[in-house]
């Protein structure tokens, strides 16, 4: 594994020289620089993480920690350790990031940073991975998509093919890093969720939790409205006024409402993959699988249907997930055979099975496949 780049960003270089004097030479490169150059460093050395300070002086009034951080954030994403002496004075909140830690410079302090480094560093792989296959993709997309706007569109017209590049060339790298998951290793029950959600609208096959109840399965709902008819940004308005949404239980209650409710567990883990989890959905669920502490183990209830006002849902519930596709279009197609199944009356099975077989000439037992 090769050394990774730290990158400490203080305006006075000595308050940070008892962290860089315990630094792992075999495992750390390290630079220091002030709050001026620190973009340009990011962006030309490629720092792996950043040890931040907020700012030099209590009477300074400004905090230009706070605003390098939120440009680290939205731009190049790295592990930040905010090492400060006025740490209250770190006024962006993302919540206990995993790769966000904060400590308070002091005597005791040097050890806390370097423990912070030690708990990012597994990680580094990983994140490199990630960024490298982004890179690799996006460059394939634009050599696809370029000849592309080339040919459509004239000299003449650069706005429109500059415009073809960036739309087709941004559709393309979703579809290719989509593409890309399938490959190889099998995919993990979670990958089918979106969490936190990407679109700013309601979409179908979204998973709503009540606000004002436990996590608990029965608080959660999932959205069966078609996505057209919910669009609701840049000042349009949606087509409905009310979401229909599936009520969510427990798995175990789910099994009970379905053909496999009265079998033993033995005959019940051979028929779970065959059937409900390889199907998607099962008589009358539809199995959610659980992420993390956001969504548990549950099914949704495809005939416990419930109409929710479309301007209640931003009070009452959070959106905690989107379901991504293919899985939101199984979504669609498991209600359509709940809900959109013909009505059919008793018939006599038997006596239209005897016709059958009187123009049929079934093989006999010796005959058929063994």
């Keep these: 594994m090769a050394r990774a780049r730290l ?4 305006d006075e270089p000595e308050s940070v020289d008892p962290v860089i004097n315990r630094l792992d030479e075999d ?6 620089v002030g709050f001026d150059s620190a973009k340009d460093q990011i962006e030309n050395w490629l720092p792996d993480m950043v040890v931040l300070d907020l700012k030099a002086q209590l009477e300074d009034e400004s905090f230009p920690g706070n605003e390098i951080y939120e440009w680290i954030w939205e731009s190049r994403f790295l592990p930040i350790v905010v090492y400060s002496a006025f740490p209250a004075h770190f006024s962006v909140n993302y ?3 995993p790769f966000v830690k904060r400590v308070q410079k002091g005597r005791t302090s040097v050890r806390e940073v370097e423990a912070a480094l030690a708990e990012f560093t597994p990680h580094m792989d990983a994140l490199h991975q990630a960024e490298r296959e982004m890179r690799k993709q996006f460059s ?3 050599k696809e998509v370029a000849p592309n706007a080339f040919q459509t569109f004239s000299p003449q017209e650069s706005e429109k093919r500059n415009d073809m590049i960036l739309r087709a060339g941004r559709r393309r790298l979703a579809a290719s890093m989509d593409e890309l998951s399938r490959h190889g290793q099998i995919m993990a029950s979670w990958e089918q969720y979106l969490c936190p959600p990407v679109s700013e609208d309601l979409n179908l096959g979204d998973i709503l939790r009540e606000k004002w109840r436990n996590k608990d399965p029965n608080s959660f709902l999932i959205v069966l409205t078609p996505s057209c008819d919910l669009v609701a940004s840049k000042g349009r308005k949606p087509k409905v006024k009310s979401v229909l949404m599936a009520r969510c239980c427990a798995m ?8 496999l409710g009265n079998m033993g567990e033995k005959k019940l883990r051979e028929r779970l993959p065959a059937t409900v989890l ?6 009358t669920i539809l199995p959610l699988p659980a992420f993390g502490e956001r969504i548990p183990h549950m099914a949704a209830n495809l ?4 109409l929710v006002r479309f301007e209640w849902i931003k009070e009452h519930y959070e959106i905690v997930a989107s379901i991504d596709s293919p899985f939101r279009e ?7 055979q709940v809900g959109c199944r013909p009505g059919l009356p008793d018939r006599d099975f038997a006596a239209w099975c005897e016709d059958i077989l009187k123009v049929c000439k079934p093989v006999t037992e010796d005959e058929g496949i063994k």
């Design 7 to 10: 990158l400490f960003i203080d």
């Design 27 to 32: 495992k750390y490169e390290h630079k220091v």
């Design 95 to 97: 919540g206990d990031h």
């Design 140 to 142: 394939i997309a634009l």
């Design 252 to 259: 175990d209650s789910a099994i009970q409402l379905t053909s």
């Design 278 to 283: 390889s199907q998607g959905y099962f008589d």
């Design 303 to 306: 005939r416990d249907l419930e």
């Design 330 to 336: 199984l979504v669609a197609w498991a209600y359509m």
